[in-house]
């Protein structure tokens, strides 16, 4: 499975970005999958993630509110919503794929993208 993430760039505070992620490779629709992200100097940390056929999704706790995690099988194609982001927020986005459909959606992803920059300047 091959994941390509796009949608990334500068943007000011309070502002809105929708990060892309286009899969293939493999069978999209049977994966769960997941946004992570790591800023400098920080360890990689889990965003949202959201089972194969969307009924099941998560949010980390410092975006739940703000970011929406949606897919689109037919496309082939994972996304992130984010709104009102914050300095904090600035990272490289990552999204990552797993054939196992049980358990929390914030671990245990096979497969990963290249990332793409975000950055929120204050």
């Known amino acids: 499975v091959q994941l390509v993430e796009s949608g990334g760039g500068l943007v000011q505070a309070g502002d809105s970005l929708r990060l892309s992620c286009s899969g293939s490779?493999?069978?999209?629709?049977?994966?769960?999958m997941g946004w992570f992200r790591q800023a400098v100097g920080k360890d990689r940390e889990f965003v949202a993630g959201?089972?194969?056929?969307?009924?099941?999704?998560l949010y980390a706790d410092p975006v739940k509110g703000r970011f929406t995690i949606s897919r689109d099988n037919y496309k082939n194609t994972l996304y992130l919503q984010m709104n009102s982001l914050e300095p904090e927020d600035t990272a490289v986005y990552y999204c990552?794929?797993?054939?196992?459909?049980?358990?929390?959606?914030?671990?245990?992803?096979?497969?990963w993208g290249q990332g793409t920059q975000v950055t929120v300047s204050s």
């Open positions: 959201m089972n194969s056929n969307g009924n099941r999704r």
């Open positions: 490779g493999g069978i999209f629709s049977h994966y769960a």
């Open positions: 990552a794929a797993r054939a196992l459909e049980l358990g929390n959606l914030d671990s245990g992803y096979d497969y």
